[in-house]
């Protein structure tokens, strides 16, 4: 009689109790990958002690892990752990985005009002964010330029404001001038504060948008002032769009709310910038 064993493949003897695993059967490596991701895209965020705990291996192992996977653009890495990364290329309607996360919106959009002193030239984007500001905006010095239609015609009853349209290629899905002719106006001016959003903010690779027009417009303004304040609620955060429009540290402040994971806001620290959360009805 043979005394041979017969090996019996780790994935029938597996078994899960919670976040758990039993028998102390390890998967392989690239299971354990595969089941971590599946973690990170329901929960948002993982930890490596919790991940190494409950795989019954070392951090530095699971560390590999998330190192790898970051490399292939799957997730994005911070210094505990590692955060999801959606893509999402879409661009919808200004019609549709104006209708959600109002709330949120309206006290991303008090909590940066604070940063706009009289006489200063600004810079408004054509992102619903933007626009919740320029409703706030009161009516005193200040100089205005935006390639929003929605953000102009709002102002039009402030008479102390100067605003002024960047013109351009009518983008009718956004209600936005783009282009050439956008980006040769906003280049005659000079801006000290530019406040625009985003599609996403992927940690790794930075802020994106759903086009090649969208995203050079905002790297134009990241470029041309001298302080840009990022207004996004937390559903930018973890998404990554199709062009990317520039690095974490190109803004100098992030505005957020207050549903936004504390992992991205350590991240946003790592990278120097300062991050800003705003209450829900908070007139800060």
Known sequence: MSSRKTLVPWFIVRVYVGK?????????????????????????????TSLAENYQVAEETIRRDLDKLHGEGRLARTHGGALSVR????????SVRKNRRIEEKQAIAKCALQYIQPNEVIALDASTSALELACLLPDMPLTVITNSIDAARL??????????????????????FLG????????QFSIEKAFISCKGIDMARGYSEASTEHASLKRLL???????????????????????????????????????????????????????????????
Request: contains cysteine; proline residues 3%.
């Open 20 to 48: 758990q695993v039993k028998n102390n059967t390890i998967p392989l490596a690239r299971e354990r990958r595969l089941e971590i991701l599946a973690q990170l895209n329901e929960q948002g965020s993982v930890r490596v």
């Open 87 to 94: 893509n999402d290329r879409f661009d919808l309607p200004v």
């Open 222 to 284: 990241m470029k041309l002032a001298d302080q840009t304040i990022l207004l996004a609620d937390h559903s930018k955060f973890g998404v990554r769009s199709m062009v990317y429009s520039g690095e974490l540290q190109d803004v100098a402040h992030v505005v957020t709310d207050e549903h936004t994971d504390g992992e991205y806001l350590e991240a946003l620290a790592d990278a120097g910038v300062k991050a800003e959360v705003a209450a829900n009805g908070s007139s800060a």
């Open 155 to 176: 102002l039009l009853d402030r008479p102390k404001l100067q605003v002024i349209s960047t013109g351009g290629q009518l983008n009718p899905q956004s209600a936005c």
């Open 180 to 187: 050439s002719l956008a980006e040769a106006t906003l280049r």
